[in-house]
């Protein structure tokens, strides 16, 4: 497939049609997600294998403080980074799938919806995709390297050496993934389960990324992971949603596709080389509705100004030969999808769409590969 050129892709009719069946009041009231409330699928997953497993890791020395003074001074490991997995009983070939989640959140963002609904992770599966779902270098299991802290507190080193651990408030989520134009009013076509919004906050967690080390090891823990899986379609989201272009450099020829799902940004600072080798992996980037309200955070770029830079992006992509498309929903007449897109109403009919590019635009692996 990856040398082959083919006709303009067009999802199906039946994946675009779309009812938006339910109009949100701005005083929605919130529901706590408990065990009654989850979907329960008609049918039962079938799994040749699931597991975890860590990418990567670092193993360094520390001084007892460094180690917290739990005990003596010695090694320790950083900079791995956890991996859950699922694989079908039957993969007929499909291509495995790594989802990276965004800023402030973990693997968690793929699985089971704020409302109780099926994921993205469990979904793909049921098509037959194996999913790997990672949580970035620093963050949620992977852990973090609590040395510079340690240090800070026993005055060693200056408090500005500690980088920041991000959050995002509650009413800040409102705007920036668009939900609606403030907190508590949503969009009357929004297909964020707002009710629900109180259970995504539960899934955020400090982010120390402005800590890690450059590059990020998350970028190469990435190839590494396409690698190991002899070629894989690397998925990312919102902070994480250039980093598929950042570990394809790395080994294009593991990286067999890109999903770029509401990139945080997509540079325009690649150089015609690396450009030149994007340009040989299919890539589809994603963007939902509403992208001109404001995101209640100023020092940040506005989706629509990041939505155009994609834009642009494909432009230098499909010149150099590439095949780089972008898949705005708005434009095929789907609405009100928010930056949280895995996790909307209609989250499956977008996920048919990404899957059937797929099929269309990667493809599955050469017969007698594992």
Request: hydrophobic share 40%; charged share 15%; with cysteine.
């Given at each position: ?31 706590a ?17 699931q ?25 320790i490991?950083i ?23 965004g ?8 699985e ?5 609904r ?7 599966v ?33 408090a ?16 920036n ?6 907190t ?9 389960p ?45 902070q994480?949603?250039r ?7 790395l ?20 150089t ?23 995101t209640g ?14 834009q642009a992006?494909?432009g ?9 498309e ?15 897109i ?7 009919q ?8 797929i ?12």
């Amino acid at each position: 497939m990856r040398g082959q050129r083919t006709a303009a892709w067009s999802p199906a009719a039946g994946l675009l049609a779309i009812t938006v069946g339910v109009l949100i009041a701005s005083n929605h009231v919130a529901t706590a997600q408990t065990l009654g409330s989850l979907e329960t699928p008609a049918t039962p997953l079938v799994l040749k294998a699931q597991g975890s497993f860590f990418i990567g890791g670092e193993r360094v020395e520390q001084t007892r403080t460094e180690v917290g003074d739990l005990g003596p001074e010695g090694h320790i490991t950083i900079h791995q980074m956890y991996v859950r997995y699922m694989v079908p009983q039957d993969e007929n070939g499909r291509l495995p799938v790594v989802m990276v989640h965004g800023a402030t959140l973990t693997g968690k963002s793929w699985e089971t919806t704020p409302d109780g609904r099926m994921g993205w992770d469990e979904y793909f599966v049921r098509r037959g995709h194996p999913v790997y779902a990672p949580d970035q270098v620093g963050r949620g299991r992977s852990g973090f390297n609590q040395a510079v802290f340690n240090n800070v507190r026993a005055g060693s080193v200056p408090a500005a050496s500690q980088a920041p651990w991000l959050r995002f408030s509650d009413e800040s989520v409102w705007p920036n993934f668009r939900f609606g134009p403030k907190t508590g009013e949503a969009y009357p076509d929004t297909q964020f389960p707002v009710s629900a919004a109180g259970e995504l906050a539960k899934q955020a967690v400090p982010d120390m990324s402005f800590g890690m080390p450059q590059p990020n090891p998350t970028l190469r823990a990435l190839s590494d992971l396409a690698t190991q899986l002899q070629g894989a379609v690397l998925m990312g989201h919102s902070q994480s949603g250039r980093f598929p272009l950042d570990a394809a450099l790395l080994n294009p020829g593991a990286a067999r596709g890109l999903v770029l799902v509401e990139p945080g940004a997509c540079p325009a600072t690649y150089t015609a080389e690396q450009i030149a080798t994007l340009a040989t992996v299919p890539i589809l980037i994603v963007f939902g509705d509403h992208r001109d309200t404001p995101t209640g955070l100023p020092t940040l770029p506005s989706w629509q100004d990041r939505f155009e830079a994609c834009q642009a992006l494909i432009g230098r992509l499909t010149a150099a030969g590439g095949r780089a498309e972008m898949f705005d929903p708005p434009a095929r007449g789907i609405r009100g999808n928010s930056h949280m897109i895995m996790q909307d109403r209609n989250h499956l009919q977008i996920a048919d769409v990404i899957l059937q590019w797929i099929d269309e635009r990667v493809g599955r692996r050469p017969a007698g590969t594992n």
